[in-house]
């Protein structure tokens, strides 16, 4: 026996989900994403990481513009669907339609609930310096994250991990998650609790202006500022280069021996002061060129002090 799923997701963050779901033998009535855009040098319409993986599977595709029209609620009610699994889909479900499954909604979410609802939960457990994150598997509610919990996987965050291999990590533990509890609601032996009403912190999308790498700050703070934002949308700083200040995103980066007045060039394989400390950079990226070892950048840009970093 199988539930027939509703499956609404639109970036890579989902794809391992809607794989394992189709691998342990659930029948996907549909897949929900959000419509292709145009993005590249060439414009050219990309189709989202879920209707890519759902068309390989050869599911059934839906890009609505909005769920909130009589027409949508109806094609949805339609579906027959005993369930439907959400993952970063991008858009608000109404309450009808979180009404309609016979056996709820049930949203996948990348944090340790109620820490870090909203948006953009990875990257702010990194720049929050957290020790631990996780997955959680909710029955969906009206509100923002707010659903009771079934299951939840813990992963812990080391220093030397960037928001895209915490990514990684949490949508391969997700994919799991999410068929055993799916697999508990088959079996009708999930069980619900409610979230508590302490220590629930919001995940705040994340703003360019954040982006800015501050020295100024001890040298775990600043480590964890840049891997919360690596890849995008990039921490960085203006470094000196012939003698013009030049805009370069820091990717990746550890904490370094030494240490020297903010921002100031310790050595000629960039460590870098910081109010306490001090970071040896490992992967950085100018505009407009690909990212690149430290090595690798300073065989063609080699830097030595007295230098400083804005």
Not at 30 to 50: C, D, E, F, W
Not at 207 to 216: C, T, V
Not at 225 to 237: D, E, K, Q, R, V
Request: charge should be neutral; aromatic fraction near 4%; charged fraction near 20%.
């Amino acid at each position: 026996m199988s539930l027939r799923l509703i499956f609404m997701g639109t970036p890579e963050f989902a794809v391992p989900t809607l794989s394992e779901l189709v691998a342990h033998g659930h029948e996907i009535a549909i897949a929900y994403t959000r419509a292709a855009k145009r993005a590249g040098r060439g414009m050219k319409l990309q189709l989202s990481p879920v209707e890519q993986e759902a068309r390989r599977l050869g599911i059934p595709v839906l890009t609505p513009g909005t769920l909130k029209t009589p027409e949508a609620l109806e094609h949805f009610r339609a579906l027959n669907a005993d369930a439907a699994v959400v993952v970063a889909y991008g858009m608000i479900l109404p309450q009808a339609i979180l009404d309609t499954p016979t056996l709820g909604c049930f949203n996948l979410h990348a944090s340790l609930l109620p820490r870090w609802r909203g948006a953009a939960p990875i990257n702010r457990a990194i720049m929050a310096g957290d020790a631990e994150t996780g997955v959680m598997v909710m029955k969906m509610d009206a509100g923002l994250d707010t659903g009771d919990v079934a299951m939840a996987e813990r992963i812990a965050i080391t220093d030397a991990m960037t928001a895209s291999d915490l990514h990684d990590a949490l949508s391969r533990l997700g994919g799991d998650l999410m068929v055993r509890a799916i697999g508990a609601l088959e079996r009708g032996t999930l069980q619900l609790k409610r979230q508590s009403e302490e220590g629930v912190s919001y995940a705040a999308k994340i703003e360019k202006a954040e982006a800015r790498i501050d020295w100024n700050k001890p040298a775990r703070a600043v480590l964890r500022h840049i891997h919360g934002l690596s890849p995008f949308p990039g921490a960085w700083c203006e470094i000196p280069i012939e003698g013009e200040p030049v805009r370069v995103k820091i990717l990746r980066c550890a904490i370094a021996g030494g240490s020297g007045a903010s921002g100031e060039l310790l050595d000629d394989h960039l460590a870098v002061g910081c109010q306490q400390g001090a970071l040896r950079i490992l992967e950085l990226q100018r505009a407009g060129k690909a990212p690149m070892k430290a090595e690798e950048f300073l065989r063609g840009t080699p830097l030595q002090p007295p230098l400083r970093l804005g």
